[in-house]
């Protein structure tokens, strides 16, 4: 069972099939795209989320990869963001992005507290590796607010060709938890099953 975390503003919840729709709509937008690896399409196709969480995601879900909507508190069934964590890293072992709309409120890093919780203390991950496009400051400060350490910089292909080169973290257990003692109370949250789609 993947868990669902409720937090002060915030519903992070299994990804399911019904979610394809508001996964496209949001996702499909070169704001967003542009930050990715350039394997992800550009144009993006019509088909490409489907495709994606059928085939990628929901076979894998619980098993190798957990991904989680993320939702405002009020509104559980409407996805406005995924946080995607994986097992085998490439080298990176984490993936997120947000609705434009939604950029600046600080949701990202509420969103990504409990998931990385979940990664050292359920799933027994001892360091997280995460990535992003040297210039993409905004995926940069969700890194550095949790105590990531930045250990590189390579080349890389993305979306948008003004981005050339990758910066590399790593989160290990114990900068996790040193980070944890001071931000307990600013990232309170539950673990519950609220209602949404099957």
């Known amino acids: 069972m993947i868990p669902t975390f409720i937090t002060s503003r915030l519903c992070v919840r299994p990804v399911c099939a019904t979610d394809i729709p508001a996964w496209h709509r949001h996702f499909n937008c070169y704001e967003i795209i542009g930050e990715l690896a350039s394997s992800v399409p550009w144009p993006f196709p019509a088909d490409g989320t489907e495709q ?116 590399i973290w790593e989160l290990t257990r114990q900068n996790w938890e040193r980070y944890k003692q001071h931000t307990t109370a600013l990232y309170e949250y539950s673990v519950s099953k609220p209602p949404y789609p099957d």
Request: aromatic residues 14%; charged residues 25%.
């Open 52 to 167: 994606f969480v059928r085939n990628k995601i929901l076979p894998n879900q619980g098993h190798d990869r957990w991904t989680w909507a993320i939702c405002l508190k009020e509104l559980p069934n409407e996805l406005i963001g995924v946080i995607d964590l994986w097992r085998e890293g490439s080298p990176e072992n984490r993936g997120f992005w947000l609705a434009r709309e939604f950029w600046g409120r600080g949701y990202m890093s509420e969103a990504t507290y409990p998931v990385t919780d979940f990664a050292f203390q359920d799933l027994g991950f001892e360091k997280l590796i995460f990535n992003n496009a040297l210039g993409n400051d905004k995926s940069r400060r969700v890194k550095e607010r949790v105590g990531a350490t930045h250990i590189g910089t390579v080349p890389k292909l993305f979306v948008n060709p003004d981005y050339t080169q990758a910066e």
